[in-house]
């Protein structure tokens, strides 16, 4: 298992969990309430409106750690840990026989297949991986004209479909910011991935994850969160996520930042956690949200030197396996792994039995599930936990602070046809007539179902305020 974080009574190095109850985004009922009100993370029932998932289907998304231009995290990372945790068996593996580069080439056989399958998730980009050189300006081993044309095909292939995070500065040594060069020592308080061993202030690790930030900047690649590699910020945990609040707008201007560190189990809900509000009751509400992973890495683990248990995901019918369970939740079913493990060392066996889990839930769950982002899930999170929803008469009148693509929502005894009015903060009107579906499995942004007593709507939920008009009104 990849090296995370610290757990001072055993000794043992992993992802850990958060047990922390997700802001609830549970179904509002039709108790005949006249409005919902979620910015304050209750949920209160209203006249027949219930926000469903994006187009009514459950999100799906993969996150790739670990992953970065040309090198291969597993073949450097190693010897440094090996250096800071002597005795551990893990490091002492011969991973001076591993190629030392992930190559490009297989970066866009990676790309383009997510691309022709609609796959789309988290990508890190480790700024200066495991000291080896700066993204923005040098990576020894490796011409500036290959380090340039890795950076580009980033930007052409995998922005389109994945955010890109830095995953910390180094994923080994800690930098000291003002130097610009690891610390002296080498132990588990100068390595990333068990940093900080004391109690930080957010401005200290705000200042650490602006510097990654910065670097990824240079490089023209937008970020709106950032992933913690292993245990960092472990000891920090209430300070962190005003941290990435902080670094993501201050280096970026993002209005929504997210972060990726925990990994959710077992019964515990795989939703987004809306952290660290401020400005409620007002249109200029802030907030963090903190995405997690509903699986471990059952690839080829960190280091890319073990065999994948892809049936822990989805069996080849798709009739068991984590993300099945979860699908069957409906509830956000984000995988996990780690990039050495998807190439394999060269055999791309990871790679192989990741398409095979694609596969396996399109053809089960094609039309019940919704590739998405992980700044698009958590966005759709926010947008539920922070709007206002009143329903009177022909009309049902939305204010949200966050905007969000595919916003869905059914309410009971309204008729069609639909008209969608937004209103933009210079007070332009944009309206437009829904187009009617028949089927679930067409109902997209700008359409409407009617669905019995009820009727399904489904809007890019584009500005602070909006409206849906039913019928003739």
Known sequence: MKPSALEPSSGNLSRRSFNRAAVSSALLGSLGCPSVRLLSGQVVETKGIEILLPRN???LSFIIDDSTCLVNMGYFCTPQFATAWPDRAEYQKPWQRWPREIPDSFVREFGEWCGLNGVRGKYSIVPNPACVGWLDRELPGWSRQQLQASLGLVRELMLPNWDIHPEMITHTRVIDLKT????????AGTMENSYPQEKKSVDELASYL??????????????????????FGNQVKAELPLAVDQAVRDVFQVDLPHYFKYVHSGDESTE???ENVRGEG????????????????????????ALSE????ATD???????VELIQRRQPAVMLCHWPGIYSNGSKEGFKSFQRIVQSLDRRFGDETLWMKVSEIGRYWAAKFACSIVAKEEKITIDSPVQSPAFTLRANKFRGPVRYRSFAKNGKVDEQVLREVRQMPQLDSGCWMQDGEDILVCVDLDSPKSELRFGSA
């Open 310 to 313: 892809p049936d822990r995901y």
């Open 210 to 231: 602006a510097y990654a930030l910065r670097i990824l900047k240079q490089c023209d690649l937008p970020c709106e969160g950032v992933t913690t590699p292993g245990g």
């Open 272 to 274: 987004p956690i809306i």
């Open 57 to 59: 289907r459950v999100p």
């Open 282 to 305: 007002t249109a200029e509400v802030k907030m963090t949200v903190n995405v997690p992973a509903g699986t471990g890495d059952w690839f080829g683990g960190w280091q890319g030197d």
């Open 317 to 323: 019918d798709a009739s068991s396996g984590r993300m």
């Open 180 to 187: 610009g060069r690891p610390m002296e020592a080498i132990d």
